[in-house]
């Protein structure tokens, strides 16, 4: 059975439908399509009563939890205090979407060689998708909170970080086809502060 967290199911006005289609609930394990992933995200962070009560902002670091865990797709809720941002990371070959519930986000998307391609802006109601090879940084560089809504399918696949880690050290390894690092963390883990701290070393 899909794990679903109370914000979805608390009362009849949350119910799941019709913001979680079926084959987000399913327990056959599968992969959901970019669309459905990005529609998701952006029904999910368009209705505020489902994650409003839920979202928190620490200012130590990335706040965020689980809000559906099925055989073929996760969903987090996360909140992001001024200045906090991830590590550059993909998603382990996952599709996966991301939509901007209040506040704005910025997204650096790089290359498999780690160098930066370009910065995109997302603001309230913006919703991405994107595909298993996709690598970014996600960061709140404005004054205000924001909140994301993000889902990847198929679910908690490990993700790879960025070999080295800071801007300079990335630029030093354009052209290189560095090779990816694979630590045991899910794709949100990325999008949640003290882990990727603490994982971003690790291997296996
Ligand atoms: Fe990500």
Request: negative net charge.
């Amino acid at each position: 059975m899909p794990l679903l967290h109370p914000a979805l199911v608390a009362d009849p006005a949350r119910h799941v439908e019709p913001f979680v289609p079926t084959e987000c609930l399913s327990d056959e394990p599968g992969t959901v399509d970019l669309a459905t992933l990005r529609d998701l995200t952006a029904a999910l962070a368009g209705v505020p009563r489902i994650w409003r009560p839920v979202i928190h902002h620490r200012p130590d670091r990335r706040w965020y939890t689980r809000l559906l865990l099925s055989a073929t797709v996760e969903v987090w809720l996360i909140g992001w205090y001024p200045g906090q941002q991830t590590e550059v990371h993909d998603h382990g070959g996952a599709l996966g979407a991301m939509a901007v519930a209040e506040g704005r986000v910025e997204e650096d998307r790089y290359d498999r060689n780690w160098a930066i391609t370009r910065v995109r802006e997302h603001v309230t109601g913006a919703a991405v998708g994107f595909g298993a090879a996709h690598v970014h940084r996600v960061a709140n560089r404005g004054l205000e909170v924001a909140t994301t809504i993000h889902a990847y399918s198929p679910p908690e696949l490990p993700m790879r970080f960025a070999p080295a880690q800071s801007d300079a050290d990335v630029r030093a390894v354009i052209g290189t086809a560095v090779p990816m690092t694979a630590v045991p963390m899910t794709a949100v883990a990325a999008h949640a502060g003290q882990d990727v701290a603490a994982g971003a070393g690790a291997t296996r």
